[in-house]
């Protein structure tokens, strides 16, 4: 059974940072694209963090681009997402995912994990 669990969540001001954690069970992190997904009160759910699994290659979206950093933390077997210079409409559920080695491109995930809220104060 496939468990993402996400973490670090919380409450920051406006140009602040935060880091993010997913940590799995069921598969091995390594062998998968992970992502990061988020979604807004009223809003589409965006892809905004991914790594692949081949090259670890990394893809953000536009809205995040320059201010997050996806990366394969070793040491915990995490695969975090440190976020910086935090704006309020980056406020949002985020969600930790996993995929097949496409999933970077397709935005389509094969896992999904619980989420953790992020909330930044203007």
């Known amino acids: 059974d496939v468990q993402l669990q996400a973490s670090g969540g919380g409450l920051v001001q406006a140009g602040g940072s935060l880091n993010l954690s997913c940590i799995a069970s069921g598969i091995t992190v390594e062998d998968y694209a992970v992502g990061w997904f988020r979604q807004a009160p009223g809003k589409e759910r965006e892809g905004v963090a991914c790594i692949m699994s081949s090259d670890r290659s990394k893809h953000y979206s536009d809205s995040v681009r320059g201010r997050f950093t996806i990366f394969h933390d070793n040491t915990k077997g995490t695969v975090d997402p440190q976020m910086r210079s935090l704006k309020p409409e980056d406020t949002a559920l985020y969600s930790c995912?996993?995929?097949?080695?496409?999933?970077?491109?397709?935005?389509?995930?094969?896992?999904w994990g619980q989420g953790t809220h992020v909330t930044v104060s203007s």
């Open positions: 995912t996993a995929g097949l080695w496409s999933m970077c491109y397709t935005n389509i995930p094969n896992y």
